[in-house]
């Protein structure tokens, strides 16, 4: 499981512009957003965290890594 700070995530077409990007190169991820603290989590994700960050910030949304959790 990947987790990631979107800061500039603040809306619902943001959450969905955020889960898009993912789901876009990790087809079977599932991505929880929570807006009020502006978090990513990604689960089922086969690829590394630094590239689904990359595909969070080709969406136009700056995304730090927070690291894997278990």
Same mark, same amino acid.
């Given at each position: ?5 979107? =800061? ?13 990007? +993912?789901?876009? +190169?990790?087809? /079977?991820?599932?991505?929880?957003? =929570? ?13 590394? %965290? /630094?590239? +689904? ?9 700056? %995304? ?7």
């Amino acid at each position: 499981m990947h987790r990631f700070k979107v =800061d500039k995530m603040g809306c619902g077409g943001c959450a969905k512009s955020v889960t898009r990007a +993912i789901v876009g +190169i990790e087809p /079977d991820a599932q991505v929880a957003v =929570d807006l009020g603290a502006k978090l990513v989590t990604v689960s089922n994700a086969a690829g590394p %965290a /630094d590239r +689904i960050a990359e595909a969070i910030v080709a969406a136009g949304y700056p %995304a730090e890594p927070l690291g894997a959790t278990a």
